[in-house]
């Protein structure tokens, strides 16, 4: 059943209430004390407590969707101080190369078409801890990674009430959150004009049928469906068209990767960087997880795949180190930029270990390789995916 516009305010403004920051603030504290499962957060794996960043344990995607409490959280910063995002101080200004700039609250996000899309959404150095040698940066296994139902307002409905000027080339955006010291850039990305004004991109108000939570952006994210998380900007105040891409730090050195593979240590960034856009070809192994233990009967493998803006065309198995590999049959919903599940009816041969591999291929072609070449950053790791079960009698 359809909101009305006071209805769903309503609802968001709820999720910006005291309770929706209670809630939130046992996430960081329990931790610290390297115990967030035991909190109404979820399970997730705290990888940095200031700003907290948190993955979910793979055994958690076994649902289409993934909860809200269990949904990874990252941040350069940590979320902004509440009373900045209140209904009576939160705005969006949407300015640069537009004919009227605009300055709109919640409840003028109302006015604009509300649309709901399912997406994948994936930190850019999801995987990094596999690479080798080590790069620096937070060390991301498999889990900061997440598929939940975005809705909110095309971003081209909101662009086309600015008006576009002819060199309009780029989509800069700027959240509420800010660093502690003030010397540190502040965390901009910017997106090509094209990607912007794509009908399925869009500013989100709610996620999985709930307002946006705190710690995923609250009151207004970007959603760039296909992409990697680096362009979903949270906290979302400031939307500025511009010629050239965005200027500084973490839009011109970090969150950018070599056209060309390069060798590790060599100290070269390769022939040019560029910065990181569309999601890779990936699969994941849910269960049976790693280490764990299965019995000598039919086994159910279970699983998950995404690419970035293709469909996930086959997924496939293999128990001997890649000599031979099995198609897994998908099973559940299939929407274009959320994952789709995967199983496999596995019948081991006898007692002992075996390393179960993953890899996925998509509709144009891409197939998930043994490695992902290394970059100084670890991004955009799609090696296959491994878990080694023990075969009891």
């Known amino acids: 059943m ?105 409840k003028d996000l109302a006015q604009f078409e509300r649309v709901t899309i399912t997406a994948v959404v994936q930190c850019s150095g999801n995987g990094r801890a596999f690479h080798r040698p080590k790069v620096p940066g937070v060390q991301w296994e498999r889990g900061a990674v997440g598929n939940a139902q975005w809705t909110g307002v095309r ?30 850039p502040l965390f901009v990305r910017s997106i090509p004009l094209e990607k912007a004004l794509h009908p399925d991109t869009m500013l989100a108000y709610e996620m999985n049928g709930r307002p946006l939570p705190l710690l995923h952006g609250a009151p207004l994210r970007v959603i760039t469906p296909g992409w990697m998380a680096d362009s979903c900007i949270k906290w979302l105040t400031d939307i500025t ?36 856009e569309a999601m890779v070809v990936k699969s994941l192994i849910v269960s049976p997880v790693n280490d764990g233990q299965v019995g ?25 180190e890649g ?37 996925a291929t998509d509709a144009e072609g891409q197939v998930q390789p043994q490695s992902t070449p290394w970059n100084p950053s670890g991004f955009l790791w799609n090696g296959w995916d491994r878990v080694t079960v023990t075969v009891q009698a």
């Open 155 to 184: 971003l081209r409905d909101v662009l086309a009430k600015a008006g576009l000027r002819r060199n309009a080339k780029h989509v800069q955006f700027k959240g509420a959150d800010r660093p502690v010291v003030s010397s540190v």
């Open 2 to 106: 359809s909101l009305s516009r006071r209805a769903w305010l309503g609802k968001v403004l709820q999720g910006l209430g005291l309770s929706a920051l209670v809630s939130h603030r046992p996430v960081a504290a329990r931790a610290a004390g390297n115990d967030p499962s035991s909190n109404e957060s979820g399970p997730l794996i705290a990888r940095v407590t200031r700003p907290y960043d948190a993955e979910t344990p793979v055994r958690e995607f076994t649902s289409f969707l993934t909860p809200n409490h269990r949904f990874f959280v990252r941040s350069h910063f940590g979320p902004p101080a509440p009373e900045l995002i209140t209904e009576a101080n939160w705005k969006l200004r949407v300015g640069g190369l537009t004919d009227q700039p605009l300055e709109l609250t919640l």
């Open 241 to 276: 068209v511009q010629a050239e891409e965005a200027k500084g730090y973490y839009m011109q050195t970090a969150y950018r990767v070599p056209v060309t593979a390069i060798q590790p240590n060599s100290g070269l960034p390769g022939t040019s960087m560029v910065p990181v």
């Open 296 to 320: 000598l009967v039919p086994v159910t493998i279970q699983g998950v795949a995404w690419s970035g803006e293709a469909s996930v065309a086959t997924v496939e198995l293999s128990f001997d």
């Open 323 to 359: 000599k031979t590999w099995e198609p897994a049959r998908f099973v559940g919903e299939d929407e274009r930029y959320a994952w789709r599940r995967w199983q496999y009816v596995w019948k081991p041969k006898g007692p002992g270990s075996v390393a179960i591999l993953s890899r």
